[in-house]
């Protein structure tokens, strides 16, 4: 991730896409845009998720059991919802680097933190 994280970096101030950190202002407004940017890059996944289920329906109405019209549906979706996962990762990555957070230690110690929570959601160890 750290190797990752600093390619992020160095690309995006190559392409002049880092975060405005001359003052308080351009931060801002730099941090907004880029915030809402990321979230229509979530965004993009759900549209992605929304073909897949789309396209599950239309095979089964087809006669195709639904495990494999989904299998099928979700290869179909897969370069193209993994290309949105990474349009957010980089976003994410232009945040942690503007506000110098190493992203796998902030991982490794949030999903550790989580690991021992005292108020688990019940379902918690039966779903991935």
């Given amino acids: 991730m750290k190797e990752v994280q600093a390619f992020a970096k160095q690309y995006q101030k190559e392409m002049g896409w880092?975060?405005?950190?001359?003052?308080?202002?351009?931060?801002?407004?730099?941090?907004?845009?880029?915030?809402?940017?990321?979230?229509?890059?979530?965004?993009?996944?759900?549209?992605?998720?929304?073909?897949?289920?789309?396209?599950?329906?239309?095979?089964?109405?087809s006669g195709m059991e639904e495990e494999e019209a989904f299998r099928l549906a979700a290869e179909t979706v897969k370069e193209d919802i993994g290309k949105e996962m990474a349009d957010c990762l980089a976003y994410i990555m232009k945040f942690a680097n503007f506000f110098d957070i190493d992203l796998?230690?902030?991982?490794?110690?949030?999903?550790e933190e989580v690991k021992n929570r005292?108020?688990?959601?019940?379902?918690?160890?039966?779903?991935?």
């Avoid at 975060?19 to 996944?45: C, G």
């Avoid at 230690?105 to 999903?111: A, N, P």
């Avoid at 005292?118 to 991935?128: G, M, P, R």
């Fill in 18 to 61: 880092s975060i405005e950190d001359s003052d308080y202002e351009k931060n801002r407004a730099s941090l907004l845009n880029n915030y809402m940017l990321l979230t229509t890059e979530v965004a993009e996944i759900a549209e992605e998720l929304r073909k897949a289920f789309n396209l599950t329906y239309n095979y089964v109405q």
């Fill in 104 to 111: 796998e230690e902030s991982f490794y110690g949030k999903m």
């Fill in 118 to 128: 005292q108020n688990k959601d019940a379902s918690a160890k039966t779903t991935s």
